[in-house]
Every structure is written in structure tokens, then in C-alpha cells.
């Protein structure tokens, strides 16, 4: 079963991307901290990085966030 934050993060890639059955949110442990990995297309993965970073950076506070409110440290990556 996956966190709310995992859904979240799906939901909003797929909203970006042109390759929606292709994203998918992994969870894995490193450093004592979770890490969850955003996984796109190649091609897809400018729309989720966005211009500057902007849709990345706002990702990755996001999840900070929620791993405040869980008291975990979270990470996110965003990979192809």
C-alpha cells in the first residue's frame, strides 16, 4: 500500500507529462532517511523538472513537508 505523499506525486506527474503509464514512484531507505524516486519518461523529463526547476524544487518541498509532519526525513529524485 502506498503513502498519500507517494499518490500525490504520481498524480501530479501524470498531470504533466505526456506519458502518463510510464510514471511511477518508487520508495527505498538511504542514509537513515527515505528516499522516494520519481521515475518518467525520457522525454518527459524536462515537464516535470520544469523552467528553472521550478515544478522540481516545489516537488521536493512538498515532500520535505510531509516528512516533517510523519517525522521522517524524506527526499525526492526525479529520475528517467
Given amino acids: 500500500m502506498s503513502e498519500p505523499i507517494e499518490d500525490f506525486l504520481g498524480h501530479v506527474a501524470r498531470s504533466l507529462v505526456a506519458n502518463p503509464e510510464e510514471v511511477r514512484v518508487t520508495r527505498s ?3 537513515g532517511a527515505i ?3 520519481l ?3 525520457p522525454d518527459d523529463l524536462g ?3 520544469g523552467k528553472g526547476g ?3 524544487r516545489a516537488l521536493r518541498t512538498v515532500v520535505r513537508a510531509s ?3 510523519a517525522d521522517e526525513r ?3 529524485e526525479i529520475v528517467e
Fill in 47 to 49: 515537464k516535470v523538472i
Fill in 39 to 41: 521515475h518518467v519518461a
Fill in 74 to 76: 524524506r527526499h525526492l
Fill in 67 to 69: 516528512g516533517t509532519k
Fill in 29 to 31: 531507505e538511504r542514509d
Fill in 54 to 56: 521550478r515544478i522540481a
Fill in 35 to 37: 528516499l522516494l524516486e
